[in-house]
């Protein structure tokens, strides 16, 4: 059966109301959840960034849902750090916690003060966080000089059920090498050629049986006119090509890009509807490609009506 998993953006809302909008979500029949570890928000108009890893207990503890998080070790995190951190939550709460793992923004990694690598050095950087985070999850001591750090660490609390390790890619150049590490996929909603293209290349990168999750941006209200200003209030600086999106240094870096994108083009990564038939026919068409879960993130600050619009009227549909 399909999880349908709510999406809680730390970057638009205080961990304190994310907390109640996921037991809200629970009640409304959403299966699973995911969440986002930044340090900044994309845009100032968000304003929030709070600590996924210290919420993430609270929300497994106050719910019955599975949980995942996109985590970029190697720079802000020592992946030994990260490593133990998943196994507490591991230990905690078993089959119920998953990492997904990317390459990170400069938005971001940049607080360190450490040179931002090129793309290529971040995905060896990255290869070389998975291998030492499984290994110490296998209960081997590490040491490792590369491109990160670890001397000598040895994790003594391990996980009995291993987190899967999901790779986040949005590119089917980035899916395919993926496919050949990773556990699982994540990816983000967009049109369905391309879509399809990343889907592809994960299957053929050695991804193929292996589970794939979807982040769907979307905005609802019941008035299209605010599902559309709401979008691009709070989301209109995240729809850029990754290779700028990774570049950017500072949340007003996504302003200026937002205020200058194309609304149309915007459509094509969100989407904005009031009819919520509209949006069962996009998620519908999403999970006739394969996607055992998809993460709903309604973009637009109106969660509430959300949760409960698309707990009627759409989850009903979807599983």
Not at 176 to 191: C, F, K, N, Q, Y
Request: hydrophobic residues 40%; glycine residues 8%.
């Amino acid at each position: 059966m399909m999880k349908i998993g709510y999406h809680s953006s730390h970057e638009q809302f205080k961990p304190s109301d994310l907390l109640t909008l996921v037991q809200r979500a629970e009640k409304a029949g959403f299966t699973a959840g995911t969440c986002s570890d930044h340090f900044h928000p994309w845009s100032d108009n968000q304003g929030e960034s709070g600590f996924a890893w210290s919420w993430l207990g609270a929300a497994l503890q106050a719910t019955s849902l599975s949980f995942g998080v996109v985590n970029a070790p190697g720079q802000r995190y020592n992946p030994a750090i990260i490593a133990q951190a998943a196994a507490t939550l591991a230990d905690m709460f078993p089959d119920r916690f998953w990492i997904a793992v990317g390459t990170g923004q400069y938005l971001n990694e940049h607080i360190t003060g450490e040179r931002w690598p090129s793309k290529a050095d971040r995905n060896t950087r990255l290869k070389e966080s998975v291998d030492i985070i499984r290994a110490l999850w296998n209960g081997e001591t590490v040491t490792h000089e590369g491109l990160v750090t670890v001397d000598e660490a040895r994790l003594y609390t391990r996980p009995t059920i291993k987190p899967l390790i999901v790779g986040a890619a949005v590119t089917a150049k980035t899916a395919e090498w993926v496919g050949s590490w990773a556990d699982a996929l994540i990816t983000t909603s967009r049109p369905a050629e391309e879509l399809q293209e990343v889907i592809d290349a994960f299957r053929a990168g050695g991804g193929s049986g292996k589970p794939m999750f979807l982040k769907v941006q979307l905005s609802y209200s019941p008035d299209k006119e605010k599902a559309r200003t709401g979008a691009l209030e709070q989301w209109r600086g995240n729809v850029y090509p990754n290779s700028v999106m990774t570049e950017l240094r500072m949340p007003s870096h996504f302003d200026d890009a937002g205020s200058m994108v194309n609304e149309k083009a915007f459509e094509e990564q969100v989407r904005i509807s009031a009819d919520l038939n509209q949006h069962l026919d996009w998620l519908l068409e999403y999970k006739a490609m394969g996607f055992e879960q998809m993460s709903l993130h309604n973009v637009n600050r109106e969660q509430e009506q959300f949760i409960d619009a698309f707990g009627e009227n759409i989850l009903p549909k979807l599983v």
